[in-house]
């Protein structure tokens, strides 16, 4: 162990581990009577728990390893990620918030075969979690073994079980009701935990007056230029809010917890307060990263929290905090996914093809599919060393190959009566393959394998510059197919019926009475202070 790690520090984990796991056991009581307790929390999650547990479910360590990493290698520009995801949130709350719950489904595959047909629904749902096997988790579980093996020399791997293990227990017996309670919590300790580092880190280094006089001036520029590798200001303004509405509009991980809201005002005022939150990454993440480039200029990339962290810069018993604060960044984002991955095969793989399954079987079937899921993850971790050393800008790589097409369906899907569900499916095959030719190119090249300079020039392409190709080329596919097969088109709507059809054209606004005016008074004030202060940060880091 690193030597300026105390007992006392250990037992302030020891502490937050037993908590995290007594919140969790205590949550499971009678929550699996039946598939909408287990999988849902029996939707009566008001809007303070449902804000925090999306935020704690996004936050996790390639957020505390990534940003900083990016930080202490390019600067403050990583953190708009965090700001586009703001505004992608507010829209979430008021306008697709009220479709989905409207809608009366599960998940989001469950969605899209209420708008489109039974084969997407399928489609998508593997897809679903396939990514969540390449993204989420692996990543997840890589960045905290990374983590504890620079800090503690922990295998990375034994780091791993180790939290896997810890985490699968309340998450497989007590189901979405025992995570979204230890998300709760878990969001009080991650925030507070990365603002201890982040106050005496700016206390270490002389404030912002220091940390500006030691670093480039380049470093407190949110809009990098156009040929900037990683950050152009084109894809960020373009590129990040196409993998921002795929990430928080589309994706079961973030709007299962929207299912779980006890009433509209509830999931859309949760929103609007993680969107309160998502402010906060910039300060507590993104910042340690660049005193960690002031206080050790020789660390760069990844190294830079746990360089940080390892540090003399916390008193003892501080430090127990701040690394139970990553560790609850980690768990509460695997017990989502764990929890939301069971979800998805139960819902929309198992139910479909059994719908005579009593609610105790599909309980069941959650629980294995919890408990298989659990461990693919320890197997999945080899999959992503072929990252670079800017673990989260990796993750948003793959985001942006992956997600454009997702983001594009449900667009239009939801906003175009004329989309029918050929040009849906064939939109997202066609756009998914062209992420998977991007991906697999990457792979090539950085393996030597092939080493042609077309190759070369197609990896050039900046990642969020390639999330806009992909989302036109998907967007282009989905309407030509749809309006080449106008005829399905009709014969689709003739037997569903527009009335069944979830989109903004079938959106009811019920504003007549004082205590929904009220709410939405409330919800547009929130709103608009919210986008106030993004413009402020814009205009002093521009």
Known sequence: MNSTFSNIDLLVILIYLIASLGIGLYASRRSDRNTEEYFLGGRSFGWFAIGLTIFATNISSEHFIGLAGSGASRGLAVGQFELMAIFILILLGWVLAPIYLKSGVMTMPEFLEKRFDGKIRKIFAVLSICIYLFTKISVTLFAGGVLFYKIFGFNIYASVIVIVLITGLYSLIGGSKAVIKTNVFQAFVLIGGALLLTVFGLIEVGGFSGLTQKLPADYFGMFKPLSDPDFPWTGILFGAPIIAFWYWCTDQYIIQRIFSAKSLNDARRGSLLAAVLKITPIFILVLPGLIAAALFPEVKGDDAYPTLL???????????????????????????????????????????????????????????????????????????????????????????????????????GIFMKMVNSRGALWGLIIGELVGLTRILTDMLIQSEILNYSILHYYKSINFLHFAIISFVISSVSVLSISYFTSKEKTVEKSLIGLSDLPGIWNLDFDFGNVKTIRATKTNFVLSAFIVIVILGLWSIWY
């Open 310 to 412: 390892a540090s003399n810069l916390l008193p003892v018993g501080l430090k127990g905090l701040v690394l139970a604060g990553l560790l609850a960044a980690i768990m509460s984002s695997l017990s989502s996914v764990f929890n939301i991955t069971a979800t998805l095969y139960t819902n929309d793989i198992y139910k479909p093809r059994h719908p005579k399954a009593a609610e105790e079987e599909l309980v069941l079937v959650g629980r294995i599919a919890t408990t298989v899921i659990i461990f693919t993850a320890i197997l999945c971790v080899p999959l992503v060393r072929v990252m670079d050393s800017q673990i989260y800008i990796y993750l948003q790589s793959i985001q942006a190959y992956l997600g454009p097409p997702i983001a594009a369906v449900f667009i239009l």
